[in-house]
């Protein structure tokens, strides 16, 4: 008798490595959204917090695309156990830099996990499941993550204000270093369970793929329109992102606290709705998503801007939170539906290289906008660059059958 019974979408693998993503960005998003203000403390002025994040790009930039090309050629896995070895040494770090300058060098440092996790991550979520079922995989993963977002901001913004700085980063430290166990575990039995030896990465091998790559990148389809909107997104959100507990403790008023349960109440908004957004882009493609999210996001936006009480704060993180929902699961289905399977690691980390080499100065000149024209310059800058980018992502991110790769 023929059983009808579908498989898990999240099988257990993936369950594993989930389990080892949340801890490690729990302890990521403990800090994050308090970066700047720990800057501050330090002795950094805005304009000074806006260079330290354009300097703090370098790394990930350097080291992105032969991320991606490791994760390709060695396997996901190996690649995400190799960041989080440098993720680790940088929390380290982290705790024992007595100020903002050497609190530079550990962000280097740590960037590397960035730099081989992050175009190892969607690529292996793309192996797991099929392309029917690719968007709901995608958003329950989504769902799934936003863990992060819910526990980290609220626990750093407590051990910080109850505590101090330093205490909360000993405590991210040790989160992240139960995550790289994990990952040192599931890399080692993934090169065990292996029928045969990968071939070792070659010099020549990593020009091949660079070449299919920038030739998908010139053809003018939905690759080159996927990595042009990535840059203008990273742009507009690299003009204001680092930018916003500042203004909400400065202009706002808003406690640490007060901030992390903003961040976290986003976090919530993007957990109930992923699902949905992943169902949204299965059913009635990628574009419906990545354009309603990005009106979303606009609209959060104008109301960030127009208020100055903790509730309009609450609808505007409210608003982020339901436009990441729709557009990350969206965006994630289509590069892995446009890129061949053997290209993906090099394609998350071309796409973060090149989209990050163009957005380097937004941080900076974000803090200079603050400096010279006022506190809300750099937001309506990014409001503007997200409203102007909506007709070219509607007409242009449609998945042709021609360039369906998987």
């Keep these: 008798m023929t059983s009808n019974k579908q498989p898990p979408l999240l099988n257990r693998t993936l369950l594993v490595f989930m389990a080892s993503m949340i801890l490690a960005n729990i ?21 000074q917090v806006g260079l330290f994040f354009t300097l703090s790009m370098i790394t990930p930039l350097a080291l992105q695309i032969f991320g991606g090309w490791f994760s390709d050629s060695l396997g996901r896995l190996q690649a995400i156990a190799i960041g989080s070895i440098g993720g680790l040494a940088g929390n380290i770090l982290f705790v024992l830099a007595p100020s903002w300058e050497w609190l530079l ?30 968007g709901r995989v995608f958003g329950i993963t989504e769902s799934l993550f936003v863990v992060v977002g819910i526990v980290g901001p609220p626990l750093g913004g407590y051990l910080s204000q109850r505590f101090g700085f330093k205490w909360m980063f000993i405590v991210a430290a040790a989160l992240y270093g139960a995550a790289t166990v994990i990952r040192l575990f599931m890399a080692a039995h993934a090169q065990r369970a292996e029928s045969a030896a990968r071939p070792a990465p070659t010099f020549g091998g990593f020009k091949t793929n660079l070449g299919a790559m920038a030739a998908l990148i010139a053809a003018g389809g939905v690759v080159t329109w996927i990595l042009l909107s990535d840059g203008v997104r990273d742009i507009a959100w690299g003009l204001s992102e680092q930018l916003e507990p500042i203004y909400m403790q400065s202009v706002g008023g808003l406690t640490n606290l007060q901030i992390g349960w903003l961040v976290s109440l986003a976090a919530v908004a993007n957990m109930i709705f992923a699902a949905a957004g992943g169902w949204l882009a299965d059913k009635k493609g990628e574009r419906a998503g990545i354009v309603g999210g990005f009106l979303l996001l606009a609209a959060g936006l104008v109301i960030f801007l127009n208020t100055r009480a903790f509730a309009g704060f609450v609808a505007a993180w409210i608003l982020f939170g339901v436009s990441r929902a729709l557009i990350s699961p969206a965006y994630s289905a289509l590069i892995s539906k446009a890129i061949p399977e053997k290209l993906r690691g090099v394609a998350y980390g071309l796409f973060s290289t090149s989209v990050g080499v163009v957005s380097l100065p937004a941080p900076y000149i974000g803090g200079q906008l603050w400096e010279r024209i006022g506190p809300q310059a750099p937001f309506y800058a990014t409001l503007a660059a997200v409203l102007v980018i909506q007709p070219f992502l509607w007409v242009k991110l449609k998945l042709r059958k021609a360039e369906n790769n998987v």
Excluded: D, H, K
């Design 27 to 47: 302890s990521g998003r403990m800090y994050g959204p308090l970066f700047p203000l720990y800057l501050q403390s330090l002795g950094a002025t805005v304009g």
């Design 105 to 134: 060098l550990a962000v280097l440092i740590e960037s590397i996990s960035s730099a081989f996790v992050g175009p190892s991550y969607q690529a292996f979520i793309a192996e797991q499941s099929t392309e029917e079922t690719r």
